[in-house]
């Protein structure tokens, strides 16, 4: 069908004139030149304003506003970053018509992720909005956004999987607590983070797929052989081997249990590595298996150069208390869910106790037979409760270099844990519950004094709206944000719905803070959903809430200065047990 419509009277526009016209959904403008009559989009998608305003010298169109140029005759873009759309004109008896059709989703679809990816690479966020946008309007699913960004983002990662991978991994989830309208809005702010993080980084340079029989004898001893070269921080030779595993078709079941493995063998990176390794399948699972090279293989350089935190003064005593006590990892699986669990006072020795106190609350349940599940759930609410006390001066304070980060890593890496042992029930697996509980027990010297009494930090508006919650966020009101959330009365999904919006929002500038906004709100979600209708469900969401709503420190100039200073007087840091904070 022809979809050639009047536009206007050729002798309505004058020569070297212009005129706009409007037609459903599209406004076009005009503009009459001694080469004939061109018809473009008339907003500048720079900003949108009027290009029927411009003025035109031969061919070459300029928006008034801020000056960029796009040729009339074929919609390039000269000067500025975008191109705009032409239509076909024809001029029959003295009436201007044109072509308003449409192109197919097939043949503008490319030219939009080349778009996008162009964008992402200037850092151009308007750019990559209209691109996400156009592209779900024509029906493109939000995941295949999402992998156009990872496949930028992912190459160019210089140590392996970051924080512009996991925000992609989660703002492509949290879409859908939005309606159509602004469905691409997380979306957008995941490919930000990542085009900033990333932008004109040249891709890193990849070992080629080992061949895991020829080169190891066995899948099996290939299998074996990865976490020691993770161990032994021979970064190549693991991703070799990663990516050749994937390429002989290994199972997804096996090739995460091996990951796994490497993640828990130690506290790697302060708990990236099992967040990331989560992220990474979450990811997986949403854009298919196909992607796995492409998404897993940048988790083997990750794991490999990460800090074993097992190995620093911070986990000795913990560990001292570990070891002595020897237990039998296989047999505390075989256990699982035969006996009782004692929750609150677990709860209490991880948030008031002592390293000793923690570990032997641990071993003591697994031994008694407690469900796994049910010492994760415990571990969860200490979690949430250390996000409730976290001193908020002690982010904004830049003589330290511990902040709100430090410890919103602690419900991060339980919800990571947590979906480990729902994979992967074993001993593996099972290692890094230790290491959960020494987390939530250690970052306790960043509680608030006056939280640690009785029901401090346990505050309770009651509320069936969640808007308020949202509001109390926004208006950066962190206690009222956390007590609305923990009184909130009304359906749990519209509470969900509200934090999660309010992290996807502009409430943080630097992608680290965005990374983790968006992480720990996720986190919270999924942690609340896992406790279902236990006493406490809300607290995770509460203690996000918190978060998102105080006062963050997001430059680190003052603070980096400050460290200048003691390295160029050769002052180390203190090695003890304790951080010194104060």
Not at 304 to 318: A, E, I, V
Not at 538 to 557: I, M
Request: hydrophobic share 45%.
């Amino acid at each position: 069908m022809s979809g050639w419509v009047h536009a206007a009277a050729l002798e309505d526009i004058r020569d070297g004139g212009a005129k706009s016209f409007a037609y459903l959904d599209k406004r076009i403008a005009l503009f009459r030149t001694a080469a004939g009559v061109f018809a473009c989009d008339n907003r500048c998608p720079h900003q949108g304003y009027a290009l029927v305003r411009g003025d035109v010298t031969g061919q070459m169109l300029t928006c008034a506003w801020h000056n960029w140029k796009f040729d009339l005759k074929t919609g390039a873009c000269r000067h500025g970053g975008e191109n705009i759309r032409i239509y076909p004109v024809q001029v029959r008896d003295g009436q201007v018509f044109v072509d308003v059709t449409d192109p197919s989703a097939e043949e503008i679809r490319p030219e939009l992720f080349a778009s996008l990816v162009a964008a992402m690479d200037d850092l151009d966020i308007g750019r990559m909005a209209r691109d996400a946008m156009r592209l779900q309007r024509i029906g493109t699913p939000l995941a295949d956004v999402v992998r156009e960004g990872v496949r930028y983002a992912a190459p160019r990662a210089e140590y392996g999987w970051d924080h512009s991978l996991a925000t992609l991994a989660d703002c492509l989830a949290m879409s859908e607590f939005f309606d159509e309208s602004l469905r691409a809005l997380p979306v957008i702010q995941g490919l930000a983070v990542a085009s900033e993080s990333q932008v004109r980084r040249p891709a890193r340079s990849r070992p080629d797929p080992a061949d895991p029989v020829a080169d190891y004898g066995s899948l099996a001893d290939a299998m074996a052989a990865y976490p020691v070269l993770v161990d032994e921080e021979r970064a190549d030779e693991a991703e070799a081997l990663l990516r050749g595993l994937i390429a002989a078709r290994v199972s997804p079941a096996a090739i995460r249990h091996l990951l796994l493995t490497a993640v828990t063998d130690h506290f790697l990176a302060y708990g990236h590595s099992m967040i990331f390794t989560q992220k990474a399948f979450e990811m997986l699972g949403r854009l298919g298996w196909q992607e796995a090279d492409t998404v897993l293989s940048p988790l083997a350089p990750e794991m490999t150069w990460g800090t074993r935190y097992d190995k620093l003064p911070y986990m000795r005593k913990f560990l001292r208390v570990w070891e002595a006590a020897a237990p039998d990892l296989a047999s505390l699986v075989r256990l699982d869910g035969t006996g009782t669990f004692g929750s609150a006072a677990y709860q209490r020795a991880l948030t008031d106790g002592s390293p000793q106190e923690a570990a032997a609350a641990l071993i003591g349940a697994l031994e008694g037979g407690a469900p796994v599940r049910a010492v994760i759930d415990a571990t969860s609410l200490a979690a949430s409760q250390r996000l409730a006390r976290f001193d908020i001066d002690l982010d904004l304070d830049d003589t330290n270099e511990w902040g709100w980060l430090d410890v919103t890593h602690t419900l991060t890496y339980l919800n990571a844990l947590r979906w480990a042992w729902s994979a992967d029930p074993s001993p593996q697996v099972l290692r890094g519950l230790f290491h959960a509980a020494w987390f939530v027990q250690w970052t306790g010297q960043f509680d608030h004094p006056d939280v640690r009494a009785p029901g401090g930090g346990q505050e309770r508006h009651v509320t069936e709206d969640s808007a308020q919650v949202r509001q109390a966020i926004v208006g950066r009101d962190p206690q009222a944000a956390a007590a609305l959330a923990r009184g909130y009365q009304g359906p749990r999904e519209e509470l969900e719905r509200s934090l999660i919006q309010a992290a996807a929002e502009d409430h943080s500038v630097s992608p680290i803070m965005v990374a983790h906004a968006v992480k720990t709100a996720c986190a919270a979600v999924g942690e609340s959903r896992a406790l279902g209708q236990a006493p406490g469900a809300a607290e995770p969401v509460a203690a996000a809430a918190r978060f998102l709503a105080s006062p963050k420190r997001e430059c680190f100039v003052y603070q980096s200065t400050l460290e200048a200073i003691t390295v160029l007087r050769g002052v180390p840091k203190p090695e003890s047990d304790q951080v010194r904070i104060r």
